[in-house]
């Protein structure tokens, strides 16, 4: 049995598939393929038509990801294009032996992983070979199914003919049943990520700057040359200064538009005789359904000059969204039809990146929604009354987050061991200082930890409102037992301190025992509870046998006790500005050169779990 679609179907399909991918299918010599794919998926789910097919896919998650599945291209080879492979070589040999560098690459369109694990086989390679060195790539494609696909790394051993033999050390071969397939080793698995994105998409994951090395081979052909010319653009954007663009040997671009150079092999590099570019104004959008309070809001921001554009509703901002691309979002959970935090949720299942800050009035009742926010893509909350008591912290708080997210990141702190102290096996205790943006990253971290973890003590800078409900939900997802220090308790394996209220939470030395208990002292940096008066605590306790960690925040609290900590004999770890919301606590604690490590939440989390020697089972 078979289904045919008619010729107006057969439009609408086409037309579909062009606003889904982003590509032109006017010549498309796929268009059977696609027709006869999805004319087999309306027989298997017994639709009588194409529209009902479609509208039970869009609805439906797994269909939807089998359907674009169908419609793209997965087309790949191991080294394909090999001149490309001679030329990155190239570019990494001219990189100076004794600079500590992490060179960031990223494959678009990655297909199911060959062109990412091409690439990291030739700088494994020079890896080895060079201890200043490092990688990290990140695969990009549209497809889920090709996405996961890379992410098990395991491939018929029938394709390692396509791979050079110097490379072949770095392949394992499976044994009984899976003898007929390989992948790679763990040192090469580990340096690639791979993550779904839509390449036309605003929302696409390629930040400003970011990388040293990026491939989209064989991709931009099935662009119309508006679209061809947007996305070289905006990959040329997200490349370092004197980072390089690999596209296919067949896809050629204008020099002269696009202010490259050509280096050969489709290999293009920015032109190093292009003025400086003026600094743009930021761009926030306004989601409140308070008249007054989009006014009050709009006037503040226009008046620090940002771009500012609002929205009344969650269907109003969507809209919005096609034609606008904030820096960051002020959002109020409170509203008609959809509340904000559930249209967040929404915004970040489909790629939406700009940071959000929620502006609400919600009381104590209302904490997990605030909290819940917090931990899944809100990166502050700020009480309305501060838009009358205080705008300029407002205004402190946005610059801030906007800024360190428009920003290039750098590479300079990217998971670097910075002195030569081991980190305890069997840790006394460890500590966790973290402020804006920081419930997400605690999240990554301590998510289902095992039962025999160390005591985990942590402040988290939060309204005095949300103190309880931000324990008991970090406790939550730890899997640890959660300890209110107000009354003094001995610390133990499998639990986890946090103060539920406005104070301090310090430690002290009985004899062997550690105990753990709770100030209500002044605060030497304005924030109580206070990351530095915990870890002064430790230190003045001369615990030496733990571990201190600076997460992201504002401003620089935590930085003092760490020194003194690491001073006293502790091992001490920052969070990297690249995962960092705001940069500001890290940064100052790296700057004391009190700093053993520093890394992404979760290269943290690795690392304390294979160190501490209480692994998950």
């Given at each position: 049995?078979?289904?045919?679609?008619s010729?107006?179907?057969?439009?609408?399909?086409?037309?579909?598939?062009?606003e889904?991918?982003g590509?032109?299918?006017?010549?498309?010599?796929?268009?059977?393929?696609?027709?006869?794919n999805?004319?087999?998926?309306?027989?298997?789910h017994?639709f009588?038509?194409?529209i009902?097919?479609?509208?039970?896919?869009?609805?439906?998650?797994?269909?939807?990801?089998t359907l674009l599945?169908l419609?793209?291209?997965?087309?790949?080879?191991?080294?394909?294009?090999?001149?490309?492979?001679?030329r990155?070589?190239?570019?990494?040999?001219?990189?100076?032996?004794?600079?500590?560098?992490t060179l960031?690459?990223a494959s678009?369109?990655?297909?199911g992983?060959?062109e990412?694990?091409?690439?990291?086989?030739?700088?494994?390679?020079y890896?080895?070979r060079?201890?200043?060195?490092d990688y990290?790539?990140?695969?990009?494609d549209?497809?889920?199914?090709?996405?996961?696909?890379a992410?098990?790394?395991v491939?018929?051993?029938?394709e390692?003919?396509?791979?050079?033999?110097?490379y072949?050390?770095?392949?394992?071969?499976?044994?009984?049943?899976?003898k007929?397939?390989?992948?790679l080793?763990?040192?090469?698995?580990?340096r690639c990520?791979f993550?779904?994105?839509?390449?036309?998409?605003h929302?696409?994951?390629?930040?400003?700057?970011?990388?040293?090395?990026?491939?989209?081979?064989?991709?931009?052909?099935?662009?119309?040359p508006?679209?061809?010319?947007?996305?070289?653009?905006?990959?040329?954007?997200?490349?370092?200064?004197?980072?390089?663009?690999?596209?296919?040997?067949?896809?050629?671009?204008?020099?002269?538009?696009?202010?490259?150079?050509?280096?050969?092999n489709?290999?293009?590099?920015?032109?190093?005789?292009?003025k400086?570019?003026?600094?743009?104004?930021?761009?926030?959008?306004?989601?409140?359904?308070?008249?007054?309070?989009r006014?009050?809001l709009?006037d503040?921001?226009?008046?620090h000059d940002?771009?500012?554009?609002?929205?009344?509703s969650?269907k109003?901002?969507?809209?919005?969204?096609k034609?606008?691309?904030?820096?960051?979002?002020?959002?109020?959970l409170?509203?008609?039809?959809?509340?904000?935090?559930?249209?967040?949720?929404?915004?970040?299942?489909?790629?939406?990146?700009?940071?959000?800050?929620?502006?609400?009035?919600a009381?104590p009742?209302e904490?997990?929604?605030?909290l819940?926010?917090?931990?899944?893509?809100?990166?502050d909350?700020?009480e309305k009354?501060?838009i009358n008591?205080?705008?300029?912290?407002?205004?402190?708080?946005?610059?801030?987050?906007?800024?360190s997210?428009?920003?290039?990141?750098?590479?300079k702190?990217?998971?670097?061991?910075?002195?030569?102290?081991?980190?305890?096996?069997k840790?006394?205790?460890?500590?966790?200082?973290?402020?804006?943006?920081?419930?997400?990253?605690?999240?990554?971290?301590?998510?289902?930890?095992?039962?025999n973890?160390?005591?985990?003590?942590?402040?988290q800078?939060?309204?005095s409102?949300?103190?309880k409900?931000?324990?008991?939900?970090?406790?939550?997802?730890?899997?640890?037992?959660?300890?209110?220090?107000?009354?003094?308790?001995?610390?133990?394996?499998?639990?986890?301190?946090?103060?539920?209220?406005?104070?301090?939470?310090?430690?002290?030395?009985?004899?062997e025992?550690?105990?753990?208990?709770?100030?209500?002292?002044?605060?030497?940096?304005?924030?109580?509870?206070?990351?530095?008066?915990?870890f002064?605590?430790?230190?003045?306790a001369q615990?030496a046998?733990?571990?201190?960690?600076?997460?992201?925040?504002?401003?620089?609290?935590?930085?003092?006790?760490?020194?003194?900590?690491?001073?006293?004999g502790?091992f001490?770890?920052?969070?990297?500005?690249?995962?960092?919301?705001?940069?500001?606590?890290?940064?100052?604690?790296?700057?004391?050169?009190?700093?053993?490590?520093v890394?992404?939440?979760a290269?943290i989390?690795?690392?304390?779990?294979?160190?501490?020697?209480?692994?998950?089972?």
């Amino acid at each position: 049995m078979t289904y045919i679609l008619s010729e107006p179907e057969i439009s609408i399909l086409i037309e579909f598939v062009e606003e889904l991918t982003g590509t032109d299918q006017s010549c498309s010599s796929r268009k059977g393929i696609i027709c006869s794919n999805i004319s087999n998926r309306i027989l298997h789910h017994c639709f009588e038509s194409l529209i009902p097919y479609l509208e039970f896919a869009c609805a439906n998650k797994e269909e939807y990801r089998t359907l674009l599945s169908l419609v793209t291209i997965h087309t790949t080879a191991w080294f394909r294009e090999s001149p490309h492979f001679s030329r990155l070589e190239e570019l990494v040999l001219k990189i100076p032996k004794n600079e500590k560098i992490t060179l960031r690459v990223a494959s678009v369109g990655c297909s199911g992983g060959p062109e990412v694990f091409s690439i990291a086989l030739v700088l494994e390679e020079y890896r080895l070979r060079n201890p200043n060195f490092d990688y990290r790539i990140e695969g990009y494609d549209i497809d889920h199914l090709s996405i996961e696909k890379a992410r098990k790394a395991v491939f018929p051993i029938s394709e390692t003919a396509l791979i050079p033999p110097i490379y072949k050390t770095h392949l394992l071969r499976g044994s009984g049943a899976a003898k007929n397939l390989f992948t790679l080793t763990k040192e090469i698995r580990n340096r690639c990520t791979f993550e779904q994105m839509n390449i036309t998409s605003h929302s696409n994951k390629l930040g400003k700057g970011q990388y040293d090395v990026i491939f989209c081979r064989n991709v931009l052909i099935y662009f119309d040359p508006k679209t061809f010319n947007e996305i070289v653009t905006r990959l040329l954007a997200s490349l370092k200064p004197s980072g390089c663009l690999f596209l296919a040997h067949c896809e050629l671009i204008s020099c002269k538009v696009h202010k490259t150079e050509n280096l050969g092999n489709s290999v293009y590099r920015m032109s190093t005789q292009q003025k400086p570019e003026s600094p743009r104004k930021r761009k926030v959008l306004i989601v409140d359904d308070s008249k007054i309070v989009r006014t009050i809001l709009k006037d503040l921001f226009d008046s620090h000059d940002f771009i500012t554009v609002v929205a009344s509703s969650a269907k109003e901002a969507t809209i919005i969204l096609k034609n606008f691309d904030p820096d960051i979002v002020s959002l109020d959970l409170h509203m008609p039809e959809t509340n904000g935090d559930v249209w967040l949720k929404n915004q970040r299942r489909s790629g939406f990146l700009p940071p959000t800050i929620l502006v609400s009035d919600a009381n104590p009742k209302e904490a997990f929604s605030v909290l819940s926010a917090l931990g899944h893509g809100a990166q502050d909350y700020i009480e309305k009354r501060l838009i009358n008591d205080s705008p300029d912290e407002i205004m402190r708080r946005f610059k801030a987050i906007s800024d360190s997210h428009t920003k290039p990141k750098t590479t300079k702190h990217q998971q670097v061991i910075m002195t030569s102290k081991k980190i305890p096996t069997k840790p006394d205790l460890i500590m966790i200082g973290a402020s804006t943006g920081g419930i997400e990253a605690i999240k990554t971290i301590t998510q289902n930890l095992p039962k025999n973890f160390p005591p985990l003590l942590i402040v988290q800078h939060i309204s005095s409102e949300f103190a309880k409900q931000c324990a008991h939900l970090i406790a939550g997802f730890s899997g640890l037992t959660l300890v209110n220090p107000e009354q003094r308790e001995e610390l133990k394996n499998g639990h986890i301190y946090m103060t539920q209220a406005s104070s301090h939470i310090k430690v002290q030395r009985l004899g062997e025992r550690l105990i753990c208990f709770t100030e209500h002292g002044n605060s030497p940096c304005g924030h109580k509870p206070s990351v530095d008066v915990l870890f002064s605590s430790v230190a003045k306790a001369q615990v030496a046998n733990a571990i201190a960690i600076i997460l992201t925040g504002m401003g620089k609290d935590g930085s003092e006790g760490i020194a003194k900590f690491h001073s006293c004999g502790g091992f001490t770890i920052a969070q990297d500005e690249g995962s960092s919301v705001v940069f500001g606590m890290p940064s100052s604690a790296i700057s004391t050169g009190k700093i053993d490590f520093v890394g992404n939440p979760a290269e943290i989390r690795d690392l304390l779990l294979d160190h501490a020697g209480r692994k998950v089972a």
